[in-house]
């Protein structure tokens, strides 16, 4: 077998990540073709649908919005060595403990308070969820994977419940709360661009994506430039060499899960107060697994994940417009380029890179072969 | 006493029902994680499964066709697990993540293009499904026979044949394998593969047996129950059927205790006892009933010393 060099850094950061979407969207344009679809006309379709107008830019960056809270969520847990696969339910409880808090006091504090205290509960409850399988995995030796996936049906299972039997507003036949008053909502995007003279299309933006942005540069703050972090990503790296450097590994498990479920815990904020206005069922809608796709694209770096899920965000928003005008595809073509996603830039992210070392090679091999040549002379 | 005998024969077949393809899937999943290979994919299997077993199904007219089907799309998701995780030692657990989203969306999106009825397959009827054999009303198609028998079947494969005293080897400490000169893909690979095989028999029972045609998501994770099973039974084939039989027995018990009181308790939420299942695998894994230790070097990738 031929020795391989490592790829260089830009190869490894920036090609790779191409050539495992390229590989993502290429099956499903097969998919797609075998539907009996032109794929360059629904790739044509799905731009225009995601980035076509002011409003379709602007529920493109609504469902980035999630895919930023999501993917910072799995990729911190990576850093750290562990698999968060529980995003789901620690968004679901997240967004429960905002709209507990709305519901709690939305009648009595203005919206100066109200909004941080709900943020600030969302952040709390997902963090609460996640601490659980962290717990689990710190003092009782349960692997997170598997209590994390538990975690998500339980989750599901007590929102159903709690709907249902607790929270549902009186007299309405669907599993929803109250409307939260004025305070506990959100403003838009197109009335925050309104108050600064920018005229935009209404759609489902608010300004819960500065808050995501917000946790883009506490991430990288904190896992790059604390000592904190330090230590996380020592023990994502090598546990051994965390507790050789005084790194409590049980502590380090806890913290990097609770910030881990505070992060996605934050898709509550831009559902429920954002745009629903009130206590929902089945808000996170796959984007907790989906954060998986955009952590794994993006690299597990804040400017990564950003761009993962602004493509993510895109997709989402063309998807649907995509669905709508060619009745034979649905909305769930973009559920299996996610999947594809994870399983090329995830599963399978070692099979191009002999290629491109292979590629890289082919382009080098004048000057390498110079390298013999010399020592010959040497010799 | 008659009613309770009928009763109790009633609640036995509910259980049964409910079951069969936990087990089925709980059996295929042993196989895999015996050898190594952590099968988070088993829902996305199963679902794929489902989905070809009704579509052919409804397309020839032939229930046994369906079935064929099930088996083969299983198979490829399966084959696909051990491209990314054998061959290429990618991360087990996001090769079934990605097999698991990407069955969910692919059912819909055939079977929209496919049928039109938003992801669903027709109605099927009469041969076009598997019936029951031989008690009226009990559901007894052959596929429950199948589970019951697959679970001595696999206890005799993994703990009396030499296939299986290697694929436990192999899940433990693939290294001897290899140093004995056997090949750990392989062997892996026939692991996967006897997984894929299972979980398609469960798809098929899903959408063709129990159901008259494919619906999205039917699976709704059941998948992640079988998993369940198999790590409440510690890895080994009787218990892990017992865990399914219980897990089946309390959706069987949900069903019936849907809006009715009980004296003392009151109206016990339905969700509750449809958590159960995940509840009881958290406090397992925690230690606080008995201990359940995964085979060592479940979800390690082996790496062939050069």
Same mark, same amino acid.
């Given at each position: 077998?031929?020795?391989?060099?490592?790829?260089?850094?830009?190869?490894?950061?920036?090609?790779?990540?191409?050539?495992?979407?390229?590989?993502?969207?290429?099956?499903?344009?097969?998919?797609?073709?075998? +539907?009996?679809?032109?794929?360059?006309?629904?790739?044509?379709l799905l731009v225009v649908g995601a980035v076509g107008s002011s409003e379709s830019i602007g529920y493109t960056l609504y469902y980035t919005t999630n895919f930023i809270f999501t993917g910072l969520a799995v990729a911190v847990a990576f850093h750290a060595g562990l698999f968060n696969i529980g995003g789901e339910g620690q968004a679901y409880i997240g967004g429960l403990g905002c709209g507990l808090a709305i519901l709690a006091f939305d009648r009595y504090l203005p919206a100066p308070l109200m909004i941080p205290l709900a943020i600030l509960a969302a952040a709390?409850?997902?963090?609460?969820?996640?601490?659980?399988?962290?717990?689990?995995?710190?003092?009782?030796?349960?692997?997170?994977?598997?209590?994390?996936?538990?975690?998500?049906?339980?989750?599901?299972?007590?929102?159903?419940?709690?709907?249902?039997? %607790?929270?549902?507003?009186?007299?309405?036949?669907?599993?929803?709360?109250?409307?939260?008053?004025?305070?506990?909502?959100?403003?838009?995007?197109?009335?925050?661009?309104?108050?600064?003279? +920018?005229?935009?299309?209404?759609?489902?933006?608010?300004?819960?994506?500065?808050?995501?942005?917000?946790?883009?540069?506490?991430?990288?703050?904190?896992?790059?430039?604390?000592?904190?972090?330090?230590?996380?990503?020592?023990?994502?790296?090598?546990?051994?060499?965390?507790?050789?450097?005084?790194?409590?590994?049980?502590?380090?498990?806890?913290?990097?899960?609770?910030?881990?479920?505070?992060?996605?815990?934050?898709?509550?904020?831009?559902?429920?107060?954002?745009?629903?206005?009130?206590?929902?069922?089945?808000?996170?809608?796959?984007?907790?697994?989906?954060?998986?796709?955009?952590?794994?694209?993006?690299?597990?770096?804040?400017?990564?994940?950003?761009?993962?899920?602004?493509?993510?965000?895109?997709?989402?928003?063309?998807?649907?417009?995509?669905?709508?005008?060619?009745?034979?595809?649905?909305?769930?073509?973009?559920?299996?380029?996610?999947?594809?996603?994870?399983?090329?830039?995830?599963?399978? %992210?070692?099979?191009?890179?002999?290629?491109?070392?292979?590629?890289?090679?082919?382009?080098?091999?004048?000057?390498?072969?110079?390298?013999?040549?010399?020592?010959?002379?040497?010799? | 006493?008659?009613?309770?005998?009928?009763?109790?024969?009633?609640?036995?077949?509910?259980?049964?029902?409910?079951?069969?393809?936990?087990?089925?899937?709980?059996?295929?999943?042993?196989?895999?994680?015996?050898?190594?290979?952590?099968?988070?994919?088993?829902?996305?299997?199963?679902?794929?499964?489902?989905?070809?077993?009704?579509?052919?199904?409804?397309?020839?007219?032939?229930?046994?066709?369906?079935?064929?089907?099930?088996?083969? $799309?299983?198979?490829?998701?399966?084959?696909?697990?051990?491209?990314?995780?054998?061959?290429?030692?990618?991360?087990?657990?996001?090769?079934?993540?990605?097999?698991?989203?990407?069955?969910?969306?692919?059912?819909?999106?055939?079977?929209?293009?496919?049928?039109?009825?938003?992801?669903?397959?027709?109605?099927?009827?009469?041969?076009?499904?598997?019936?029951?054999?031989?008690?009226?009303?009990?559901?007894?198609?052959?596929?429950? @026979?199948?589970?019951?028998?697959?679970?001595?079947?696999?206890?005799?494969?993994?703990?009396?044949?030499?296939?299986?005293?290697?694929?436990?080897?192999?899940?433990?400490?693939?290294?001897?394998?290899?140093?004995?000169?056997?090949?750990?893909?392989?062997?892996?690979?026939? $692991?996967?593969l006897l997984c894929g095989l299972f979980a398609g028999l469960a798809g098929a029972y899903l959408s063709i047996a129990q159901n008259a045609g494919f619906s999205r998501d039917m699976t709704a994770g059941q998948g992640f129950i079988a998993l369940a099973a198999i790590i409440f039974g510690k890895w080994r084939p009787f218990p892990a059927f017992g865990a399914c039989l219980i897990f089946g027995l309390l959706d069987a018990i949900a069903i019936r205790l849907q809006g009715v009181k009980v004296p003392g308790v009151g109206e016990v939420p339905v969700q509750?006892?449809?958590?159960?299942? @995940?509840?009881?695998?958290?406090?397992?894994?925690?230690?606080?009933?008995?201990?359940?230790?995964?085979?060592?070097?479940?979800?390690?990738? @082996?790496?062939?010393?050069?």
């Amino acid at each position: 077998m031929i020795a391989r060099r490592p790829l260089p850094a830009w190869a490894e950061i920036v090609v790779l990540p191409l050539v495992n979407i390229a590989l993502a969207f290429l099956t499903v344009g097969i998919i797609v073709r075998i +539907i009996g679809v032109d794929p360059f006309h629904a790739l044509s379709l799905l731009v225009v649908g995601a980035v076509g107008s002011s409003e379709s830019i602007g529920y493109t960056l609504y469902y980035t919005t999630n895919f930023i809270f999501t993917g910072l969520a799995v990729a911190v847990a990576f850093h750290a060595g562990l698999f968060n696969i529980g995003g789901e339910g620690q968004a679901y409880i997240g967004g429960l403990g905002c709209g507990l808090a709305i519901l709690a006091f939305d009648r009595y504090l203005p919206a100066p308070l109200m909004i941080p205290l709900a943020i600030l509960a969302a952040a709390l409850f997902g963090a609460a969820w996640a601490a659980v399988p962290a717990w689990l995995q710190a003092w009782r030796g349960s692997h997170i994977v598997i209590t994390t996936i538990m975690f998500n049906f339980l989750a599901a299972a007590l929102m159903v419940y709690l709907m249902v039997n %607790v929270l549902i507003a009186p007299g309405s036949m669907t599993p929803q709360s109250r409307t939260f008053a004025s305070s506990g909502k959100l403003m838009s995007m197109h009335e925050a661009l309104a108050a600064i003279g +920018i005229t935009v299309a209404p759609s489902a933006a608010n300004v819960s994506i500065l808050l995501a942005v917000l946790c883009c540069v506490g991430v990288w703050v904190f896992l790059w430039h604390t000592p904190w972090g330090y230590a996380l990503r020592t023990m994502g790296h090598n546990p051994e060499a965390a507790v050789y450097g005084g790194t409590n590994l049980r502590h380090m498990t806890m913290l990097a899960m609770c910030i881990s479920g505070g992060l996605a815990g934050f898709v509550g904020v831009n559902e429920l107060m954002g745009v629903h206005q009130r206590i929902v069922l089945d808000f996170p809608a796959g984007y907790g697994f989906a954060g998986i796709a955009v952590a794994l694209m993006g690299r597990s770096h804040p400017v990564g994940i950003v761009l993962a899920a602004l493509l993510f965000g895109a997709l989402q928003q063309g998807g649907a417009e995509l669905a709508f005008e060619i009745p034979t595809i649905t909305r769930e073509t973009v559920v299996v380029i996610q999947g594809l996603i994870i399983l090329f830039s995830g599963a399978l %992210v070692n099979m191009p890179r002999p290629w491109l070392q292979w590629l890289l090679s082919l382009l080098s091999s004048p000057r390498s072969g110079e390298v013999p040549a010399k020592r010959a002379e040497g010799s | 006493m008659d009613d309770l005998l009928s009763f109790a024969f009633l609640m036995l077949a509910a259980t049964l029902r409910v079951a069969t393809p936990l087990v089925l899937c709980a059996m295929g999943g042993l196989f895999s994680e015996k050898s190594g290979i952590i099968d988070v994919g088993l829902e996305g299997k199963m679902l794929m499964a489902a989905f070809f077993a009704a579509a052919i199904s409804a397309v020839t007219g032939s229930a046994w066709l369906g079935v064929a089907a099930a088996i083969v $799309a299983a198979e490829v998701m399966a084959l696909l697990h051990g491209f990314a995780c054998i061959t290429h030692r990618g991360n087990q657990v996001v090769s079934g993540v990605a097999i698991n989203i990407i069955a969910a969306g692919l059912t819909v999106v055939w079977g929209t293009a496919w049928f039109n009825r938003g992801g669903q397959t027709p109605p099927l009827v009469g041969d076009q499904r598997l019936l029951p054999l031989l008690l009226p009303n009990a559901g007894d198609n052959i596929l429950v @026979y199948a589970a019951l028998l697959s679970v001595p079947l696999t206890w005799w494969i993994i703990e009396r044949t030499r296939f299986g005293l290697r694929l436990r080897a192999v899940g433990e400490m693939p290294l001897a394998v290899d140093t004995a000169g056997i090949s750990v893909p392989w062997l892996r690979y026939r $692991a996967v593969l006897l997984c894929g095989l299972f979980a398609g028999l469960a798809g098929a029972y899903l959408s063709i047996a129990q159901n008259a045609g494919f619906s999205r998501d039917m699976t709704a994770g059941q998948g992640f129950i079988a998993l369940a099973a198999i790590i409440f039974g510690k890895w080994r084939p009787f218990p892990a059927f017992g865990a399914c039989l219980i897990f089946g027995l309390l959706d069987a018990i949900a069903i019936r205790l849907q809006g009715v009181k009980v004296p003392g308790v009151g109206e016990v939420p339905v969700q509750l006892i449809q958590a159960l299942p @995940y509840l009881l695998t958290v406090f397992l894994l925690a230690g606080f009933i008995g201990r359940a230790i995964a085979p060592r070097a479940a979800g390690v990738p @082996y790496q062939k010393e050069h």
